[in-house]
């Protein structure tokens, strides 16, 4: 009977060793920005635990600088009072999300269902309208001038007139004359999302969203490459993303420890 104790007692040791070492679960916000029903890009984001006093902006965090289709961020980018193997530690605690130089802001209680949007508005005359944002050739609005996409140009070869064409590039990468000609897709929140699992699983590896496809890198090899790859070194021969996201993210995590997998 000692000794069955004994073994359970280890069992769930090891049980419980393997929860706390495993990556936090996400916790996406995504959020949008308008001035008079504008979106605009260019802004930066401040995110504030009132409880604990953490802020975090897009200093830190490039998903936290407002792109035409609104901002993200998660919970688990606060450093302080998280605890994900906690499920009844984090939820409720007060955020206040603002806008860097403007007085806007809006504040939620931390929810325990994911992803959670909110919604920033600003509402002022023309007058101020002009000195907050720049409306660029192709509709959108952004901080600045300098931060519209640029205008590309092409020359017929027939004439010596230059006739300028405007190209505008979707989410998939499809160039068309008008913006409105995009196919429609979630791929900018997908986009968002993915950056997002990205800076929380940093520690396995590096992750990206490339041309549609979900690429990432580890320690042993140079590029960027499918995680479902079956590498021919044993040493770096991670199980593949397709029989399982978490199974293949901790053998990354091995693998940038140094840890060989043939051991």
């Not at 959108?140 to 300028?164: D, F, H, R």
């Amino acid at each position: 009977m000692k000794k069955t104790i004994i073994i359970w007692t280890i069992v769930m040791m090891l049980v419980l060793s393997i929860v706390v070492a495993s990556p936090p679960v996400p916790a996406p916000i995504r959020g949008y920005f308008y001035i008079n029903d504008h979106s605009v890009a260019g802004y930066t984001i401040e995110a504030e635990n009132l409880r604990t006093g953490e802020v975090i902006s897009g200093a830190d965090h490039i998903e936290m600088i407002t792109q035409s289709g609104g901002f993200a961020f998660d919970l688990s980018f606060f450093t302080q009072g998280y605890a994900p193997e906690i499920p009844d530690f984090y939820p409720g605690d007060p955020i206040e999300v603002r806008v860097g130089g403007i007085d806007v802001k809006e504040t939620f209680n931390a929810p325990d269902t994911f992803p959670y949007s909110i919604t920033l508005r600003l509402s002022v005359d023309s007058i101020v309208e002009s000195t907050l944002l720049v409306q660029c050739w192709d509709g959108s609005y952004v901080k600045e001038a300098g931060l519209c996409p640029a205008v590309t140009t092409t020359t017929i070869s027939t004439t010596t007139t230059t006739v300028p064409k405007v190209t505008y590039v979707c989410a998939d990468g499809l160039e068309v004359d008008d913006k409105s000609d995009c196919p429609e897709s979630d791929e900018g929140f997908l986009g968002w999302i993915i950056s997002i699992i990205a800076a929380v699983f940093a520690a396995a590896g590096g992750f990206k969203f490339y041309k549609g496809r979900y690429m990432h890198y580890h320690r042993g090899l140079s590029s960027y490459h499918d995680p479902s790859t079956r590498h021919r070194n044993l040493k770096y021969r991670h199980r593949l993303w397709k029989d399982g996201a978490w199974n293949c993210i901790n053998d990354v995590t091995k693998i940038q420890k140094g840890i060989d997998l043939t051991q």
